[in-house]
């Protein structure tokens, strides 16, 4: 059984119809936004009570992507027919994760080092509340080298799919994907049936979700600004426009290495999934659209197999947009107690930071926790001042959200590239299409 395409018809026939500017998904998200900056600037009591809006469109989602993974997964798998191939695929995409967070980090760095966000503040360690950090990171620790990797690894199925663990649905859905490659996809037809069936059920389910993406963008937006305040953004001026100005050079950065290596026109996309990256931005989350975006990906000419193993591998290794903030982040806090760095001990801490930001995904408080640990390592000033970031660390979320994502995709399409996957006619369909927002998202079908 296949599922309905994904192409749109761009042929001889009815051209769709432009639907009305207040149907707009993307549209309907933006407004939600601006009322909930509104709601939380002038009735920041009101804003503050609204978290639960948000939480629960979020966990709407992620009520469907672990079984969305694994689906994707698997019949992507079975559809490549090549073992090897998924391993190729892993491989690069991990090269590619190391060296662009290890650039993010660089560039973090540099930034740092020009602008100098926390100079001139010469805060007093006795100052410091050493109990704030704990208590933003629940008393957690970021998980070492060998533990991550041994987590990968899920005790029990049932609980990687129960506890929505990616990187253990993931580990588990390529299994069971090579496992159907090796007895042959004709042997286990009714599996694959089943498997199919289940796309077109979860993708149901997804659209009905969808619908109220708006008041879950509200939510959240209302309950950041009424609980944190505009005020915050006087406070840390200097840090919130470095780390934002950094983030807009780097995504420029990203722009150009999806045209040199992917020849992916990345503007086209990000047109096309206007209304996820709409939605990450108001939610500050990224899990928000891990499901529409791989399947985004997939229309515009990223083989489900990489779309489906990249993107959710990416969401633990491949965090652009934290790495730029714990670099800055770092300077910021050393230039505030007045300690000047030398280019061997950043050297030291940006090798800290590359293993540390690691295992911070799903971690409460973890880039307190990144910072805690490099402070801790290098002795360059006392861990409690890590508590100076509290104030402006919820503010810098729709920075990290949007390099993650963005940097994310462009993985997805540098590696599909690079596999000799990428399926350039369906691309140039889909981002020819007159309204991509009448795109219909099903899976694009896997021949038997």
């Not at 950094?246 to 996309?269: K, N, T, Y």
């Not at 899990?287 to 990249?310: D, Q, Y």
């Not at 503010?395 to 996957?421: H, K, P, Q």
Request: charged residues 10%; proline residues 5%; aromatic residues 8%.
């Amino acid at each position: 059984m296949a599922s309905p395409s994904s192409t749109p018809d761009t042929g001889a026939g009815t051209p769709p119809v432009r639907q009305p500017l207040y149907k707009s998904l993307f549209a309907q998200i933006l407004v939600a936004i601006v009322l909930g900056i509104a709601v939380g600037a002038l009735l920041p009591d009101v804003g503050a009570q609204l978290k639960p809006l948000g939480d629960a469109f979020i966990r709407l989602i992620k009520m469907i992507i672990a079984p969305l993974i694994f689906l994707v997964i698997v019949t992507g798998i079975a559809h490549v027919g090549d073992v090897k191939a998924v391993g190729r695929v892993g491989v690069k995409a991990l090269v590619y994760f190391l060296v662009a967070s290890t650039f993010a980090l660089i560039f973090g760095m540099v930034v740092g080092n020009v602008v100098k966000p926390g100079a001139g503040l010469n805060i007093d360690p006795a100052t410091l509340d050493a109990t704030a950090v704990e208590e933003k990171t629940q008393g957690g620790a970021l998980p070492t080298a060998s533990d991550f990797l041994l987590e990968v690894i899920p005790t029990s199925v049932f609980g990687a799919f129960a506890e929505n663990v990616l990187l253990q649905v993931l580990f588990f859905s390529v299994f069971v994907g090579a496992a159907v490659v090796v007895i042959g996809r004709d042997k286990v037809a009714p599996f694959m049936d089943l498997l199919d069936s289940g796309m077109a059920i979860i993708f149901t389910i997804m659209r009905w979700i969808m619908r109220v993406a708006p008041v879950g963008a509200f939510g959240a937006m209302a309950f950041i600004i009424g609980q944190y305040g505009l005020a915050t953004l006087s406070t840390y001026a200097v840090l919130i426009a470095a780390c934002y100005g950094a983030a807009a050079i780097f995504i420029v950065l990203l722009f150009l290495a999806s045209w040199g290596l992917a020849r992916v026109p990345l503007w086209q996309f990000v047109k096309f999934s206007r209304q996820e990256f709409a939605l990450a931005l108001g939610t500050a989350s990224t899990e928000s659209v891990l499901p529409r975006i791989v399947t985004k990906l997939t229309a515009a000419g990223v083989p489900r197999s990489v779309s489906g193993l990249v993107v959710p591998t990416g969401y633990s290794f491949n965090l652009d947009g934290a790495a730029i903030y714990l670099a800055i982040s770092l300077l910021f806090l050393a230039q505030a107690f007045g300690i000047d760095l030398t280019l061997g001990e950043q050297l030291g801490a940006l090798g800290i930071l590359l293993l540390t930001s690691k295992g911070m995904a799903g971690v409460p408080g973890s880039s307190f926790l990144a910072l805690s640990a490099t402070a801790t390592a290098l002795g360059i000033f006392p861990v409690a001042g890590v508590a100076l970031l509290l104030g402006a660390d919820r503010i810098m979320d729709s920075m990290r959200v949007s390099v993650n994502l963005l940097g994310n995709c462009v993985a997805a399409f540098v590696v599909a590239r690079w596999e000799g996957t990428m399926d350039d006619e369906q691309m140039r369909r889909t981002f020819a299409a007159d309204d991509v927002e009448t795109l219909p998202l099903e899976p694009v079908p896997v021949p038997a």
